[in-house]
């Protein structure tokens, strides 16, 4: 399975390539240091560091599930202004892993924080001694298995030993990598702007394929950039910017206990100070940031579970956006409309349902649907010319695109989800054997 | 695939037997009639009579979609106090037909008007006058396709020229067959009860397997009874039974534009008049009922498309019952829950995210979760004694019991679907083809 993602860069920086994979680089403050810990038993990658070596400014969104990994209750805890590191593990989720597993999560903070004190000592003109409250935790993978403090604590001191302070494309991969679990490709994307008139990196990593479902922050994704932004600001532009991205892809409908996004600023470049998301000085950084996140968004979609095809679903004309984006995930989480895409069906009364049980009122009488350009039903009735060999034949292209007009009023939204096939049972029917 | 029924059937009444198919037979005031117009070019019965040559009382609930067929649209302008007859066709919805589709319906209703007024002067009595209005429809199959009513209409005389006035267990066979689209069983069930001291027969039968989803009147189900009860006590009766029953399975969340459960009274047993459901004299009745409607709609699911486990999942202690069934759709309708009970993974991690994800707020302290008998989670954290060679053993039933208590109240709900194979993608990446 595979699907091809030159078709989702659409970009405003001239410095994205339109290629699988762009090449991020160094990015001032940030350090990374990936190694296995052994926890998959396959000496795989699995936990990473993501190091500030002068403290990060930081804002996060998490799951909105009423049981919470204790990784999430950790980092909703600390509450503090800077972040000096973000550890990251794969194989367990530390979810409903109790008093043991949050009393690992302090210990290794304890660890952490005494190996990168000592760190600063030796490095750092002005050395700093970190607190532990200024570390952070993602953790993925299985819920309810005892979290493998042992092996984690065991490895602190490596990760800690291969910290660098120059980063290239390589260290970057190797952490995206390092933070998959069913995923079958890292997820990176990058794009570069400015600030007023300082040139300004911002640079991402994700990983998606199981639980992946609207109206959270969903699955983990990491965002890092070199600009100068107070929490504040961060937070205001990673809540307005998940909206029509992270909080728009739906793979099957499932949502974690661990779902995380955070951004992180090093403040290395010395741009000029943002107090608004209004300010015109940040409109270019709130673009490429929105950019970042989609490009993130579109890749963790098109590696979901199992998919064959990227499916994109539009729904315009309509009362409110809350309705739209109702009648777009009531499409788009359809198994009948997820199989019906798989087997390369262009059954369209299966959109038609999916948009009936949505719940918002639709104008039936004007209701238009089309797949690609390709006109399927017109003013609430289907096209005078619909040709199903040429709608069959669209149905074979790797990206498929539904556009819906509700005709109730002005407002669109578009979800993206993947298609439902047999791989996604052998994957999750036995997931963990 | 096939799920063993004998579980199913808890029913007060001595004459229901523990068997895969009950046998129903005469039902005073009731003829079918049952035969092939070739929808399916495969000569498989299609279209079948449901015949009440003295009228029927009558009630029905519809689809909750906001895109409905013609011909609940039909049914629903009709209004009429007593029906005469009930014609279900498969293979076609009638939906999204557009005019043709309505009046086609239009057509077909004068036609079988007329052929039942002859019918009536040469066998009745006191023949009466047909009048279109009096005949209801039920339409299940492709949504978009041109409504076949050609084939439907050159059958009507057939139709009418096969109707007996004795019914066997072979023509309700023959019917429950005749209503099936990609079901692999016919759904047939009957129960004997007292109103007073007349004895009282409800029969009847179903049709299932894809777009199953709860809060619908879901799917096609049509209830007989040779009781005397009024229009009024039928609705209140099949309103309040159905929650529990045909609104608590769920096979893929998905809903279609034509579900119809409807109940039929011919009012040939002279039973005492029943004016309010509160009535001592309809208990057993109303439990009767239950027990039909209950025993449908758990072969419906249980056939569900390419379900090889039958899930029962039941939510107590909780605040209210819409909490609790919130909780057990989240569980029944998960993905990840129904591939790891298809790969007959004990994976009660995805339990726990479906409760979380849910909404409902919970007690973490106390949550228990049960497979079976088997304690997986007590008092919020893993059973001390948790046993996974148990609980794996336990997961290769065919019948799947999980029981959650939430401990925020005394409210409860049982939800029923099935798992998530590979066979559902098969039947439904080709439905067409």
Redesign the interface.
């Known amino acids: 399975m595979g699907i091809n993602f030159t078709n989702f860069l659409s970009s405003q920086s001239k410095n994205t390539k339109m290629m699988d994979f762009q090449d991020l680089d160094h990015l001032d403050g940030l350090s990374i240091s990936v190694l296995s810990a052994n926890l998959y038993k396959t000496n795989r990658d699995d936990l990473s560091m993501f190091y500030f070596r002068n403290g990060a400014n930081h804002a996060s969104i998490y799951t909105?599930?009423?049981?919470?990994s204790e990784n999430i209750k950790w980092n909703l805890n600390q509450n503090t202004k800077k972040v000096i590191c973000l550890i990251v593990n794969t194989r367990n989720?530390n979810?409903?892993t109790?008093t043991h597993g949050y009393e690992s999560l302090k210990k290794l903070s304890d660890l952490i924080s005494k190996g990168l004190t000592e760190k600063q000592k030796q490095d750092e003109e002005f050395p700093r001694k970190i607190n532990p409250k200024e570390i952070l935790f993602g953790c993925t993978g299985?819920?309810?298995?005892v979290f493998p403090f042992e092996k984690i604590s065991h490895q602190i001191p490596n990760l800690i030993s291969r910290i660098r302070y120059t980063q290239n494309k390589f260290i970057w991969m190797k952490a995206a990598l390092g933070i998959m679990t069913t995923d079958t490709k890292p997820k990176i994307a990058m794009e570069e702007c400015k600030i007023g008139s300082e040139k300004i990196k911002i640079y991402g990593i994700a990983k998606g394929s199981?639980?992946i479902?609207p109206d959270m922050a969903t699955t983990l994704a990491y965002i890092f950039t070199d600009a100068s932004l107070s929490n504040d600001i961060l937070s205001k532009l990673l809540k307005k910017n998940i909206l029509n991205t992270f909080n728009a892809i739906s793979c099957?409908?499932?949502?974690?206990?661990n779902d995380m996004v955070s951004i992180f600023a090093t403040n290395s470049i010395n741009n000029s100070k943002i107090k608004s998301i209004n300010d015109n000085k940040i409109k270019n950084f709130d673009r490429a940031l929105n950019n970042v996140l989609l490009n993130l968004a579109k890749r963790v979609v098109a590696d979901g579970e199992g998919a064959s095809k990227f499916i994109s679903i539009n729904v315009s004309k309509c009362k409110n956006e809350i309705e739209a984006k109702k009648i777009a995930f009531s499409i788009g989480?359809?198994?009948?409309v997820k199989?019906?895409i798989?087997?390369e069906?262009p059954?369209?009364?299966?959109i038609?349902?999916?948009?009936?049980?949505?719940?918002?009122?639709?104008n039936?009488k004007k209701l238009s649907i089309k797949f690609g350009n390709l006109k399927i039903?017109q003013d609430?009735?289907?096209y005078q010319n619909y040709n199903e060999v040429l709608a069959a034949k669209y149905m074979k292209s790797e990206n498929i695109e539904i556009s819906v007009e509700v005709f109730t009023g002005k407002k669109d939204f578009t979800a993206y989800t993947m298609d439902?096939?047999?791989k996604?049972?052998?994957i999750?029917?036995?997931?963990?054997?």
Not at 142 to 145: D, H, R, Y
Not at 428 to 433: I, V
Request: aromatic residues 6%; charged residues 20%.
């Open positions: 909105q599930s009423k049981i919470v989720a979810a409903f109790g299985t819920i309810g298995e199981g639980m479902q099957d409908g499932d949502t974690s206990t989480n359809s198994p009948l199989t019906a798989a087997g069906d059954n369209w009364g299966r038609i349902m999916a948009i009936g049980k949505a719940g918002p009122k639709i039936l039903v609430g009735k289907l439902l096939t047999k996604y049972i052998d999750n029917a036995d997931y963990r054997s």
